[in-house]
Nanobody, 129 residues
C-alpha cells in the first residue's frame, strides 16, 4: 500500500519561505510519478510540480515546476523524496498543499490531478500580509 508522508507546512508572513517534503517508503513499482498540488478554498487542485522516479537505477528528475518555486527529488534508503521549496510567498499562496503519487503509466510531465491514484493528507500553508 502506498503511503505518502508530508511535512513542512505552516504560517509565514508575506515574503517568507517554506519547504514542503513528501516521502514514499518501500516503493514496489519500478517507476513512479510524484507531484505537489495545492488547493485553495473553492478552487480546483493546481499542479505545482511533478517528478519522475526510477527505483532500478535510483534516479529522479523534475518534469515540471511552477515558476517562482523550486523542487528537488531523490531516492535514498528505499524511500522516494520530493521537496517543494517556496520563497517570496504571498497571501495568494495560501492553500492546502498535497503530495500525490502513481506508478508511472505515461510521461509524468503529462500527469494532472485526475491521473494520480494516491494522495497524502495535505499540509496547510498560510501566508499573512
Amino acid at each position: 500500500q502506498v503511503q505518502l508522508v508530508e511535512s513542512g507546512g505552516g504560517s509565514v508572513q508575506s515574503g517568507g519561505s517554506l519547504t514542503l517534503s513528501c516521502s514514499l517508503s518501500e516503493p514496489y513499482d519500478r517507476q513512479y510519478c510524484l507531484g505537489w498540488f495545492r488547493q485553495a478554498p473553492g478552487e480546483g487542485r493546481e499542479r505545482m510540480g511533478v517528478a519522475t522516479f526510477d527505483t532500478d537505477d535510483n534516479t529522479a528528475y523534475a518534469n515540471f515546476v511552477k515558476w517562482r518555486f523550486t523542487m528537488s527529488q531523490n531516492i535514498a534508503e528505499n524511500t522516494l523524496h520530493l521537496r517543494l521549496q517556496m520563497s517570496g510567498l504571498t497571501p495568494e499562496d495560501t492553500a492546502m498543499y498535497y503530495c500525490a503519487a502513481d506508478g508511472r503509466r505515461f510521461n509524468c510531465g503529462d500527469y494532472t490531478a485526475i491521473d494520480f491514484t494516491h494522495w497524502g493528507q495535505g499540509t496547510q500553508v498560510t501566508v499573512s500580509s
